[in-house]
C-alpha cells in the first residue's frame, strides 16, 4: 500500500497530528450549528482513539488509559443528552488529564533513546497539539467554576466558546501572545502563567534535543 494513507499508517504520531489539524481547520464551520458540540465531542473522540495508539506503557497503565477514554465518552454523550454544569465539568476535567497523560506518554517516546525517527519528529508536533488541547480543557473547566475567568474583544463578558480558549492556548503555549482572549481571574492567570512555562520548557528540553540529534546523525 502506497500513498498519503500508508504514510500514516507508517508513522502514528503523523496520523496524530494530521487528526489534530484538521480539527483547527474544521472547529470554526461546525462549532455554531445546531449539533455543533456534538460533532465537536465526535471528533475529540477520534483524537482520543488515536492518541491511544501512542500510549506505549505497561498494560495496566494502558488500560487505565482505555478506561479514562472510555468515561470521557460517556460523558461526552451525557453532556448532549442531559447537559449540566456538572458534566461539563467532568467531561473538561477528564478530557485535560487524558491529554496531559498521551502528551507525557509522547515526549517519553521521544526521550527514549539517542536517535532521531522520522515518527519522532512527527510526535514533536502531535506533542504540541495535546499540550494545547490539554490547556484549553483545563480553561473550560476553569471558566465553569471561576465565572468570568476569561474576557476578550467581542462579548467581553460572555463565556469563552471553546475555539476561543484552544486559540488562547495555542498562542500561550507557543509563546506569539497574539490572542484577544484574556484570564481575568487569579486561578485563570495562574494557569496561563504555567501554560507558558511549559511552552518555554518544552522547547528547551525536547525540541532542541530532536534537533541535537537529527544534526549529529546527519
Not at 38 to 50: K, N, P, R, S
Not at 200 to 210: D, E, F, N, Q
Amino acid at each position: 500500500m502506497n500513498g498519503p494513507i500508508a504514510y500514516l499508517i507508517r508513522y502514528p504520531s503523523a496520523n496524530l497530528l494530521f487528526i489534530q489539524l484538521l480539527g483547527i481547520v474544521l472547529y470554526p464551520f461546525v462549532e455554531h450549528l445546531q449539533h455543533g458540540r456534538a460533532i465537536v465531542g465526535a471528533f475529540g473522540i477520534v483524537v482520543l482513539a488515536t492518541a491511544l495508539r501512542m500510549v506505549r506503557q505497561s498494560p495496566t497503565i494502558h488500560w487505565a488509559a482505555f478506561i479514562h477514554a472510555a468515561l470521557i465518552l460517556i460523558l461526552t454523550i451525557a453532556a448532549e443528552t442531559h447537559p449540566s454544569r456538572t458534566i461539563t465539568l467532568m467531561l473538561h476535567a477528564l478530557s485535560s488529564l487524558f491529554y496531559f497523560y498521551a502528551a507525557a506518554s509522547l515526549i517519553a517516546y521521544m526521550m527514549e533513546d539517542m536517535r532521531a525517527t522520522t515518527d519522532e519528529l512527527f510526535a514533536v508536533g502531535a506533542t504540541f497539539t495535546l499540550l494545547a488541547w490539554a490547556f484549553a480543557h483545563t480553561y473550560a473547566a476553569c471558566q465553569i467554576m471561576v465565572p468570568q475567568s476569561f474576557t476578550a474583544a467581542l462579548n467581553p463578558d460572555q463565556p469563552r466558546s471553546w475555539m476561543e480558549l484552544l486559540f488562547l492556548s495555542f498562542t500561550t503555549l507557543s509563546g506569539v501572545g497574539l490572542s484577544d482572549v484574556m484570564p481575568l481571574q487569579p486561578v485563570a492567570r495562574s494557569i496561563v502563567m504555567l501554560e507558558e512555562f511549559a511552552g518555554v520548557m518544552y522547547v528547551a528540553l525536547v525540541v532542541t534535543r530532536l534537533v541535537t540529534l537529527t544534526a549529529r546523525q546527519r
